[in-house]
């Protein structure tokens, strides 16, 4: 399995990013997928989560804001910002769960990640 994050970057507040996770060895249609982010001298936080089915699943303070997508014919992940803050920087990572319909934002439902792609918001 393998996961390459791409698409963050710099841009100010109220401002959109998305980014993009290529997947190889993932199974679409059957896989939970998820977006975290982290920042220095934190813990790892979930933002959101899509199953097989594409059934979603959002961190409260992103809800309305992101927005996550797969599309099963380019094997790719998505996630779509919109009206970015502050606090949205972070570097933020793909993660999939092999065999799993759940939708969870814990790290250790996660058995694959991407090396991270990192976002930063101006005020």
């Known amino acids: 399995v393998r996961l390459v994050e791409s698409g963050g970057g710099s841009v100010q507040s109220g401002g959109s990013l998305r980014l993009s996770c290529a997947t190889s060895g993932v199974t679409h249609s059957r896989d939970s997928m998820a977006w975290f982010r982290q920042t220095p001298g934190k813990e790892r936080e979930g933002v959101a989560t899509?199953?097989?089915?594409?059934?979603?699943y959002y961190l409260y303070s992103v809800k309305g804001r992101f927005t996550i997508s797969r599309d099963n014919a380019k094997n790719t992940l998505y996630l779509q910002m919109n009206n970015l803050i502050s606090e949205d920087s972070a570097m933020y990572y793909c993660?999939?769960?092999?065999?799993?319909?759940?939708?969870?934002?814990?790290?250790?439902?996660?058995?694959?990640w991407g090396q991270g792609t990192q976002v930063t918001v101006s005020s």
């Open positions: 899509i199953n097989g089915h594409g059934t979603t």
């Open positions: 993660a999939a769960a092999i065999g799993s319909w759940y939708l969870e934002l814990k790290q250790s439902h996660y058995d694959y």
